[in-house]
T-cell receptor, first 112, second 115 residues
C-alpha cells in the first residue's frame, strides 16, 4: 500500500524567505502525487499534481514541486513566502480507484 | 455557488445520538468520498462511492454508514455517536475513470463535536 510522510508538522518562515515543505512517499507502482492546501476554515484546494512527464511541476500561487524518483520525494517549494501562504499543506499519493492517501499535514506559519 | 456543499457546517451532539452529514455536488461527478481529518493524522478515507449502486469501505469505516441517494448526493451517518468521532469531516468528488489526472474536489467541511 502507498504511504506518505511529511517531515515537520510545523514550519515557520519569514515573509520573503524560501518555503520548503518536505514529502516522501512509498509506492509499489509509478506514483501520482498531489499537494493540497487548506486555508483556515476552508476545504482542501489542489495546488499541483504530478502524473507523468516533466518532473518539475508548477502550481498555483507560485508554488512548485519536483518529483525525484531516486529519493522517493515530492517536496513543495516557493521562492518567496507571502503572509497569505499561511495554511496547512497536505501531500497525497493516489491509490487504485482514484483514492488518495494523505500525509499528516504541515502547518506553514509566515512571520512578518 | 460552491460546487461541493456540506451541511451542517458545524454540529455539536451528545454520545449515543444519531447524526447525518450531507454532501451535495453540482460538478456532475460520479465518484464521491467521505474523509475525516484529525490533527496530526491528515485525512483518512471513511467511505467512497463510484456510482449510485457502488459503495465501498475506506480505511476507517467502523461506526459509520453512508447512503448515495443520487449521483449528486452522498450522506454520512453516525448511528450512535461517540466522543472519538469528534473531527472535521470532508466530502470530495472526482470524475469517473482511472484517469490519473483526475482531481478530487473538496467541500468546506463539517466540524462535528460529540460530547
Amino acid at each position: 500500500a502507498q504511504s506518505v510522510t511529511q517531515l515537520g508538522s510545523h514550519v515557520s518562515v519569514s515573509e520573503g524567505a524560501l518555503v520548503l515543505l518536505r514529502c516522501n512517499y512509498s509506492s509499489s507502482v509509478p506514483p501520482y502525487l498531489f499537494w493540497y492546501v487548506q486555508y483556515p476554515n476552508q476545504g482542501l484546494q489542489l495546488l499541483l499534481k504530478y502524473t507523468t512527464g516533466a518532473t518539475l511541476v508548477k502550481g498555483i500561487n507560485g508554488f512548485e514541486a519536483e518529483f525525484k524518483k531516486s529519493e522517493t520525494s515530492f517536496h513543495l517549494t516557493k521562492p518567496s513566502a507571502h503572509m497569505s501562504d499561511a495554511a496547512e499543506y497536505f501531500c497525497a499519493v493516489k491509490e487504485g480507484g482514484n483514492k488518495l492517501v494523505f500525509g499528516a499535514g504541515t502547518i506553514l506559519r509566515v512571520k512578518s | 455557488d460552491a460546487d461541493v456543499t456540506q451541511t451542517p457546517r458545524n454540529r455539536i451532539t451528545k454520545t449515543g445520538k444519531r447524526i447525518m452529514l450531507e454532501c451535495s455536488q453540482t460538478k456532475g461527478h460520479d465518484r464521491m468520498y467521505w474523509y475525516r481529518q484529525d490533527p496530526g493524522l491528515g485525512l483518512r478515507l471513511i467511505y467512497y462511492s463510484f456510482d449510485v449502486k457502488d459503495i465501498n469501505k475506506g480505511e476507517i469505516s467502523d461506526g459509520y454508514s453512508v447512503s448515495r441517494q443520487a449521483q449528486a448526493k452522498f450522506s454520512l451517518s453516525l448511528e450512535s455517536a461517540i466522543p472519538n468521532q469528534t473531527a472535521l469531516y470532508f466530502c470530495a468528488t472526482s470524475d469517473l475513470g482511472d484517469n490519473p489526472t483526475d482531481t478530487q474536489y473538496f467541500g468546506p467541511g463539517t466540524r462535528l463535536t460529540v460530547l
